[in-house]
């Protein structure tokens, strides 16, 4: 009997009963090649998943800034990445960033969204992780100088 946690390579009789291949060599033939477009088949499905996480994660080297407001020690950006053509709200993105002024923005060539650890260090030249982030909508422009005011 056959342990179903062990699995061996079927007997030729059981083969012949549910394969319709005309000798073993063939059958071995044919799952390799099933085998190999299973392989083909998730590799696609990988390279697809790829791309459409690629299409909504802005690509934070190119942004355009559309707002600020500067609450101290809060600064309020409205920021539209044109490289996230699968993002809400077309791209746009409210920030809440601690500590940071206008003029180091200027500086900045870089504007990640995500949150990142904020005891990683950084670059001047890069945007530190935002402290908050909201819909990049008027509403959402509205709440997060709201929430930068209320945390003052």
């Not at 477009?37 to 998730?42: D, H, I, K, L, N």
Request: net charge neutral; hydrophobic share 35%.
């Amino acid at each position: 009997m056959n342990d179903p946690f062990n699995p061996t390579a079927p007997e030729p009789s059981l083969i012949a009963s549910i394969c319709r291949c005309s000798s073993p060599q063939e059958h071995a033939r044919r799952a390799e090649q099933s085998a190999a477009e299973s392989v083909r088949y998730a590799e696609q499905r990988a390279e697809a998943r790829v791309k459409e996480l690629q299409a909504r994660t802005p690509n934070a080297d190119e942004y355009d800034i559309e707002g600020v407001e500067e609450l101290a020690p809060y600064l309020v950006l409205k920021v539209r990445y044109p490289s996230c053509k699968a993002c809400a709200y077309e791209g746009v993105k409210v920030l809440v960033i601690h500590g940071r002024t206008l003029k180091d923005v200027i500086t900045w060539k870089r504007i990640d969204p995500h949150f990142r650890d904020p005891l990683l260090p950084f670059s001047l030249r890069e945007a530190p992780s935002p402290v908050a982030r909201f819909p990049g909508s008027e509403s959402g422009w509205k709440d997060a100088i709201e929430w930068a005011k209320s945390k003052r």
